[in-house]
């Protein structure tokens, strides 16, 4: 009998420890796919940097930064930045480059989820993250961003949030550039 009651009990502590194992999994797997890593052409850095006006009074937060460009474009042109990137691989390329760049008293990088990652300094937000990330990222946008924080998405909209601008790539690429403004975006979805 005893060996019936062990073996039922190791039974259900194997299978609640393996639903722990698959959510566990389920969450980081779900972190780690916002978007793949495609890299932005220069062009198209410059682009968005170019209509969010970055220069040295800002702060520039690239949400699931890749390889660091646009951080880095923003260091060199006299702004704060960091990027917040979830592969560690990617952190550390985007490191080396910032020190090939000679960006690094401007510029840092920070392995961690985009969702947890504190925003409350940008002035100038960007994002090249697929559409359902960025609607996930709405109400941290809204509680963590000053009033006039510039929003800049890399093809992909925001549900129904409608972008103050827009712009077309200006490399060989279909992208579009979509911009809010914190402000406006805050009007939208207040009660």
Do not use: C
Not at 54 to 80: E, K, N, T
Not at 157 to 176: L, N
């Amino acid at each position: 009998m005893h060996g019936v009651i062990r073996g039922a009990l190791l039974a259900i502590f194997t299978l609640l420890f393996t639903l722990l194992i698959l959510f566990m999994l389920s969450r980081a797997h779900a972190a780690e796919f916002v978007a793949p890593y495609v890299q932005t052409v220069a062009e198209d850095v410059e682009l968005i940097l170019d209509l969010a006006e970055v220069g040295p009074d800002d702060y520039l937060i690239d949400l699931g930064s890749g390889d660091g460009r646009f951080v880095i474009a923003a260091g060199r042109r006299g702004a704060m930045a960091h990027g917040v990137e979830l592969n560690p691989d990617l952190v550390a390329l985007a490191r080396e480059s910032a020190v090939k760049a000679g960006v690094t008293e401007r510029v840092a990088f920070l392995q961690e989820d985009i969702f947890a990652a504190n925003i409350r300094a940008a002035s100038v937000v960007t994002l090249y993250l697929f559409p359902d990330a960025n609607i996930q990222l709405r109400p941290k946008l809204l509680a963590e961003l000053q009033p006039g924080t510039r929003v800049f998405s890399n093809s992909f909209h925001m549900g129904d949030w409608e972008p103050d601008d827009t712009a077309h790539a200006r490399s060989q690429t279909p992208a579009q550039v979509l911009a809010w403004e914190a402000r406006r975006v805050g009007a939208v979805d207040a009660p």
